[in-house]
């Protein structure tokens, strides 16, 4: 079993940046392909960032791209979602996520790709 803990939310104003964490444990997830969600109440969780296991592949939703970086040190067990220029839209619950298989085509923005979630962190950009 993977453990997954999410932190580093917090309310930041528009254009602000936060750096949110992920820390797994119970086993390695080196091998893993480890991404990140969110979800804003009514709507479904959407899929805002992956990295492949040896961080050879990285992929973002349009949304994000550009502002967003994610990043792993499989040392740490621990994957990042550095977040620049935030937005109002941006605000949401982001969560980390363990996918033990290699991403193939799309598969990275699927949820169902996912075997492990964390609780979640909440992310907030007043207007």
């Known amino acids: 079993q993977v453990q997954l803990v999410e932190s580093g939310g917090g309310l930041v104003q528009a254009g602000g940046s936060l750096r949110l964490s992920c820390v797994a444990s119970?086993?390695?997830?080196?091998?893993?392909?480890l991404g990140w969600f969110r979800q804003t109440p009514g709507k479904e969780r959407e899929f805002v960032a992956a990295i492949s296991w040896n961080s050879g592949g990285t992929y973002y939703a349009d949304s994000v791209a550009g502002r967003f970086i994610i990043s792993r040190d499989n040392a740490k067990n621990t994957v990042y979602l550095q977040m620049n220029s935030l937005k109002p839209e941006d605000t949401a619950v982001y969560y980390c996520?363990?996918?033990?298989?290699?991403?193939?085509?799309?598969?990275?923005?699927?949820?169902?790709?996912?075997?492990?979630w964390g609780q979640g962190t909440q992310v907030t950009v007043p207007s």
């Open positions: 996520a363990a996918a033990p298989t290699y991403f193939i085509g799309r598969n990275y923005a699927r949820l169902q790709t996912y075997g492990y």
């Open positions: 119970g086993r390695t997830v080196s091998s893993y392909g």
